[in-house]
């Protein structure tokens, strides 16, 4: 199996460094070639953390032809406000048979709807709930991998194609399972849940402080409790889609062992966060927000589910960064669901085709 991993931040480092480790021939593609240099010369990354060792890359490169082409799986490993550029730029270059799946996908697959409507080619489009590992970009050619999720969602769109995700990528990845949809990825994820309030309450650690442990100093007890209403939040929205989600928390026991009767007993006991320094927050929340929080409001605003404290924490932020994250975010307006109720959204992203308009006789 050839797998083309497009962007070379920590995400796409550690996955890299994760799958060529295992023996897959993996390419690694990064629009910009400043620190990109050293991995551009050797082909190669130092692993240390979770894994140890020296990860050999098939190819390396600034120029998305060189790699596309030739792969059986593309896996886009960039933030949210990249894919559309890079799927685009992909387009002309894949062929029929390829999967494509967006790591962590932040509702790609609707936001991209119109891109997949243009291709003349049969290729599987899927998205992961979250990246299957926990990686940081440590320096040139090196990254640190703390953590090995257990088990990871992923969804086709349509979710008529998920099994076949799952069974091409059961060596590569064996820790992905499917999900329900593309729904049930997008709203399992705890990203949103978890960044926003913790940097939101902690934004004056976050700027005096270089090595703040973000999760088990972040957290509190009172910032816990923020999360918890957030979460609840969420959950009664995918519960109005027709999924039954647990605590977001219940994900963290899962990934990596952790426990505890609260969401801060679980964020204290989760080894895989001890001593993690979170890499680029602020560029975690410019995604988390409005790729996000706002997704998740708006589809609560449409479907008649309250959202008081997820809106507050959007609002929080937009004062914050002097962003209007309201008008730049992702509503149901640009996934493409705007008039539709619960069953129709169903509808779209089990088949992949939006429902009928209503009978005006």
């Known amino acids: 199996m050839r797998i083309a991993i497009l962007g070379a931040g920590s995400a796409g480092q550690g996955l890299a460094s994760y799958l060529a480790i295992k023996g897959i021939e993996v390419s690694l593609f990064n629009l910009h070639a400043e620190w990109f240099a050293p991995i551009l010369r050797e082909r190669a990354i130092k692993v240390s953390g979770f894994i140890e060792g020296q990860a050999r890359l098939a190819q390396a490169t600034c120029d998305i032809r060189e790699i596309v082409p030739e792969a059986d799986v593309v896996l886009i490993t960039l933030r949210a406000f990249a894919h559309h550029s890079v799927f685009e730029s992909c387009i002309p270059h894949l062929r029929?048979?390829?999967?494509?799946?967006v790591v962590t996908g932040y509702w790609a697959s609707l936001r991209l709807r119109n891109l997949l409507q243009r291709l003349n080619r049969d290729i599987i489009f899927a998205e992961m709930t979250l990246l299957p590992l926990v990686s940081e970009a440590i320096g040139p050619a090196e990254v640190k991998i703390s953590g090995?999720?257990?088990?990871?969602?992923?969804?086709?769109?349509?979710?008529?194609?998920?099994?076949?995700?799952?069974?091409?990528?059961?060596?590569a990845l064996p820790q992905l399972v499917p999900g329900e949809n593309v729904l049930d990825t997008n709203l399992?994820?705890?990203?949103?849940?978890?960044?926003?309030?913790?940097?939101?309450?902690?934004?004056?650690?976050?700027?005096?402080?270089?090595?703040?442990?973000?999760?088990?100093?972040?957290?509190?007890?009172?910032?816990?409790?923020?999360m918890d209403r957030m979460d609840e939040e969420r959950r009664n929205l995918a519960q109005e889609l027709g999924l039954k989600l647990g605590p977001a928390t219940d994900s963290l026991k899962l990934y990596y062992g952790a426990s505890g009767a609260t969401t801060y007993d679980v964020f204290q006991s989760c080894d895989a966060y001890k001593g993690y320094v979170l890499p680029n927050v602020f560029d975690y929340i410019r995604e988390d927000?409005?790729?996000?929080?706002?997704?998740?409001?708006?589809?609560?605003?449409?479907?008649?589910?309250?959202?008081?404290?997820?809106?507050?924490?959007?609002?929080?932020?937009?004062?914050?960064?002097?962003?209007?994250?309201?008008g730049q975010g992702i509503t149901v307006k640009e996934l493409g669901l705007q008039g539709m109720n619960a069953l129709q959204?169903?509808?779209?992203?089990?088949?992949?085709k939006a429902p009928a308009p209503p009978d005006a006789s």
């Open 289 to 326: 927000v409005p790729y996000g929080l706002v997704p998740i409001a708006s589809l609560c605003v449409a479907l008649g589910v309250p959202c008081h404290v997820t809106k507050a924490v959007i609002s929080g932020w937009s004062i914050a960064d002097g962003v209007d994250y309201w």
């Open 188 to 226: 399992d994820s705890f990203n949103p849940i978890f960044h926003t309030p913790i940097a939101l309450f902690n934004l004056g650690c976050l700027e005096r402080e270089r090595n703040f442990e973000f999760y088990h100093e972040g957290t509190t007890p009172k910032i816990a409790a923020v």
């Open 96 to 101: 029929d048979g390829q999967l494509v799946v």
């Open 345 to 352: 959204i169903l509808e779209l992203v089990s088949t992949g």
């Open 148 to 171: 090995i999720k257990s088990k990871v969602k992923v969804s086709a769109f349509p979710a008529t194609r998920t099994d076949e995700v799952v069974e091409r990528l059961k060596d």
